[in-house]
C-alpha cells in the first residue's frame, strides 16, 4: 500500500463560496480521527473532518461527503495539505 505524503485537490466553485474543503473517503486515513491543527502561515486552528449525508448518485446510493471548513478558498486554486514532523498540518493554496 502507497504512503500517502500529502492530501491536494483543485478547490471547486462549491468549496470556495460554502468555505470547505473536500476531502475524499479514500484519503480519509491521512488526517486523525480525532481533531488536529491545520495551520496556514502565521494562522493554527483546530479542523476536524465533518460529513454530510448525500444522495447525488440517486436515491438508491446514498452515502456521506467529507469536508473540512476553511474560509478565503478561491475556485480553480490547488490546495495541498502536508503534515508536519510535529504531527500538526499546514496548508498551502497554490
Not at 495541498?80 to 496548508?91: A, C, P, V, W
Request: charged residues 30%.
Amino acid at each position: 500500500m502507497k504512503t500517502i505524503t500529502s492530501y491536494s485537490r483543485r478547490i471547486s466553485k462549491k468549496e470556495a463560496d460554502k468555505g470547505f474543503i473536500f476531502i475524499l473517503k479514500s484519503k480519509l486515513s491521512y488526517f486523525p480521527k480525532s481533531s488536529f491543527t491545520l495551520t496556514d502561515g502565521d494562522i493554527s486552528v483546530t479542523k476536524e473532518i465533518k460529513s454530510y449525508p448525500c444522495t447525488c448518485r440517486g436515491p438508491e446510493r446514498p452515502h456521506d461527503h467529507y469536508y473540512i471548513s476553511w474560509d478565503n478558498l478561491e475556485a480553480g486554486h490547488i490546495i495541498e495539505i502536508k503534515k508536519n514532523d510535529s504531527g500538526d498540518y499546514s496548508i498551502t493554496q497554490l
